[in-house]
């Protein structure tokens, strides 16, 4: 009876106050009057802790985001890294449509991912981490609306060497550019935080260089070397979100050092 | 220096009870709820008894000390003193304007 009543208490609890808690238990008989009155005091240190965890820095509400912003990283390198393994020859083959909707809505998690892990860091690093978000999610917006405007134009829905075009094209160039850049800052401020995964960051920081050296490669040295270098930075870029996002998982489940009650 | 007097709700009787029982010296739990029940007349019981001192020891106003036989004795801290001191004062004050209203009411 004691037992199942000291198993009402949170486990914090009964890691701190348990064994003198017992000790007390089995100083007399339990009466009615007590199991309820043990009762309620289990029910109000059940508050408290509940209290007390969403109070704290990685707090419920916090840890909660911090696990989907783990989720939205996994999930949005996975889509992105399916869609970029069925553009090889032998692969899988989709819809362009499908393609495209799938690179959207992996860039988009990609993009709430960061977006919950720049608040999550930009209480150490609040500059830095605040313009690496900026540029990569005007630069990943600015990237995906140029790109479905250069399809447009291909389509024939936007009118070939128009001021449209030339939009699209600026947007498409300038917001790619402004991505990798950004992503790569990202990847510099979350090495330098340290809270959530230094190898990740590497590996984040690490794709955007590579896939600039890919294009230099590619259009100025050799085609075929270029296409291996992105496919490593692709590789190296996607990686680091799934680390980061496993790290912050793994974060958002550690037991907040708070007090007992 | 006046301290901040915490917000104990329903816990600030109790409270109130446990510091008193600590001003003469540490005690246990057990001890703590004998010596309440003597000086109150009424029992405490254990889940109220440790829901108020948790309450005292975060706000520092008690102290746990080392186990003895996994009887943790608690000691009264110099702010819970002062609180205690402040809150009995208080109290006073308030018995004595009580008492003096009650005289003037009689004929």
Redesign the interface.
């Known amino acids: 009876m004691r037992s199942v009543l000291i198993r009402c208490y949170p486990a914090r609890?009964r890691a701190r106050?348990g064994?003198?808690?017992?000790?007390?238990?089995e100083?007399r008989p339990l009466g009615p009057?007590?199991v309820?009155?043990?009762?309620?005091?289990?029910l109000?240190?059940r508050l408290?802790s509940r209290r007390d965890r969403a109070a704290t820095p990685q707090g419920r509400g916090f840890t909660m985001s911090l696990r989907l912003g783990g989720i939205a990283a996994i999930v949005g390198a996975a889509i992105l890294g399916f869609a970029w393994f069925t553009v090889f020859p032998g692969a899988i083959s989709m819809e362009p449509i499908v393609l495209m909707a799938m690179f959207v809505v992996g860039l988009g998690a990609l993009l709430v991912a960061l977006t919950i892990l720049s608040a999550f860091q930009a209480r150490t690093l609040p500059r830095l981490v605040w313009t690496a978000f900026a540029l990569a999610a005007v630069g990943v917006v600015a990237y995906v609306v140029g790109l479905l405007g250069l399809i447009g134009v291909t389509e024939g829905a936007v009118t070939s060497g128009s001021a449209a075009e030339t939009a699209v094209t600026v947007a498409y160039a300038a917001g790619g550019l402004a991505a990798v850049v950004g992503f790569a800052l990202f990847g510099v401020a979350t090495y330098r935080s340290g809270e959530l995964s230094r190898p990740g960051a590497v590996l984040l920081a690490a794709g955007p260089a590579l896939m600039v050296g890919a294009w230099l490669v590619a259009f100025t040295v050799a085609w075929d070397l270029g296409g291996l270098m992105m496919l490593g930075a692709v590789g190296c870029f996607l990686t680091g979100w799934v680390v980061l996002g496993i790290a912050a998982i793994r974060l958002d489940g550690r037991k907040p050092e708070a007090?007992?009650? | 220096m006046t301290a901040r007097t915490p917000e104990f709700g329903r816990f600030a009787e109790p409270s109130l009870l446990i510091l008193v029982s600590l001003s003469d010296g540490p005690k246990?739990?057990?001890a703590i709820?004998q010596d309440v029940e003597r000086g109150s007349g009424r029992?405490m019981?254990?889940?109220?008894?440790?829901?108020a001192l948790?309450?005292l020891e975060?706000e520092g106003l008690v102290v746990p000390l080392a186990?003895v036989?996994?009887?943790?004795p608690y000691r009264l801290t110099a702010i819970g003193a002062s609180m205690l001191a402040e809150q009995l004062r208080g109290l006073t004050e308030f018995a004595q304007q009580g008492l003096r209203q009650l005289h003037e009411l009689e004929p």
């Open positions: 609890w106050y064994d003198e808690f017992l000790a007390i238990l100083e009057y007590d309820a009155d043990i009762v309620l005091g289990a109000d240190a408290r007090r007992p009650a | 246990h739990g057990y709820m029992p019981g254990a889940g109220t008894l440790y829901a948790v309450r975060d186990p036989d996994r009887r943790r």
